[in-house]
């Protein structure tokens, strides 16, 4: 439910700025995630996947016009591949994601970006055997380039803020011994963007 909150007050933000401009792109690249935890697995190596998403831009100020607001809809794959009895097994986390975020121009062609991800999880390589929880949250940093242009370039890096991993630990004869909350993701994105409409158009 507070998904489907913030989702409708960003939209009804947008559409309550009069004298705002709008840019919409496409998105897609390759990303590389790994997770962080507390010692519950062995080391753990980082993986590349894929994600695809759109995005629409808005300048809210025109007296303002290098600060922009941006949300992102992204499906991403993160994961990590850990080593069991001696083998790797790679594990996929599917996640829908909405990034809302602030964008500042610092010259012609460059930016800074910056907010948080919103993930829901949409399914699993490996079953039911783990209990992922069905929503992350995380928070990002990237740049930029060529942001005028039809074909810009972005790269971005995420820090989870909430785990991925929460279960129950069951001894079968003791039953419930505690609960485990454990890996956050750490993902970087290299990506380009289509824009739809290169440049800026009023609302």
């Given at each position: 439910?507070r998904?489907?909150?913030?989702?409708?007050?960003?939209?009804v933000?947008f559409?309550q700025?009069?004298?705002g401009f709008?840019?919409?792109?496409?998105?897609?690249g390759?990303?590389?995630?790994?997770?962080?935890?507390d010692?519950?697995?062995?080391?753990?190596?980082?993986?590349?996947?894929?994600?695809l998403g759109?995005n629409?831009?808005?300048?809210p100020?025109?007296?303002?016009?290098?600060?922009?607001?941006?949300t992102?809809?992204?499906l991403?794959?993160?994961?990590?591949?850990?080593r069991l009895d001696g083998?790797?097994?790679r594990?996929?986390?599917?996640?829908?994601?909405f990034?809302?975020?602030?964008k500042?121009?610092?010259?012609?062609?460059?930016?800074?970006h910056?907010g948080i991800?919103f993930n829901r999880f949409m399914?699993?390589?490996?079953?039911?055997?783990?209990t992922?929880r069905?929503?992350?949250?995380a928070v990002f940093?990237g740049v930029d380039l060529f942001n005028s242009?039809?074909?810009s370039?972005?790269t971005r890096a995420?820090?989870?803020?909430?785990p991925?991993?929460?279960?129950?630990d069951?001894?079968?004869i003791?039953?419930?011994?505690?609960?485990i909350?454990?890996?956050?993701?750490t993902?970087?994105?290299?990506?380009?963007?289509?824009?739809i409409?290169?440049e800026?158009?009023?609302?």
């Amino acid at each position: 439910m507070r998904y489907k909150f913030i989702v409708v007050t960003f939209f009804v933000f947008f559409i309550q700025i009069p004298e705002g401009f709008a840019q919409v792109g496409m998105m897609f690249g390759t990303n590389y995630s790994n997770v962080r935890h507390d010692g519950l697995l062995e080391k753990t190596q980082g993986q590349m996947s894929l994600h695809l998403g759109a995005n629409i831009e808005v300048v809210p100020i025109k007296g303002i016009p290098n600060l922009s607001l941006r949300t992102d809809l992204i499906l991403v794959q993160k994961g990590y591949t850990p080593r069991l009895d001696g083998s790797r097994y790679r594990v996929n986390l599917e996640y829908g994601s909405f990034a809302p975020m602030v964008k500042y121009a610092i010259i012609e062609g460059f930016s800074i970006h910056s907010g948080i991800e919103f993930n829901r999880f949409m399914g699993s390589n490996v079953g039911e055997d783990v209990t992922f929880r069905k929503n992350e949250k995380a928070v990002f940093f990237g740049v930029d380039l060529f942001n005028s242009k039809r074909l810009s370039f972005y790269t971005r890096a995420s820090f989870g803020l909430t785990p991925v991993l929460d279960y129950y630990d069951i001894d079968p004869i003791e039953g419930i011994q505690g609960r485990i909350s454990d890996l956050y993701t750490t993902t970087i994105m290299l990506g380009l963007q289509l824009n739809i409409h290169h440049e800026k158009i009023r609302f």
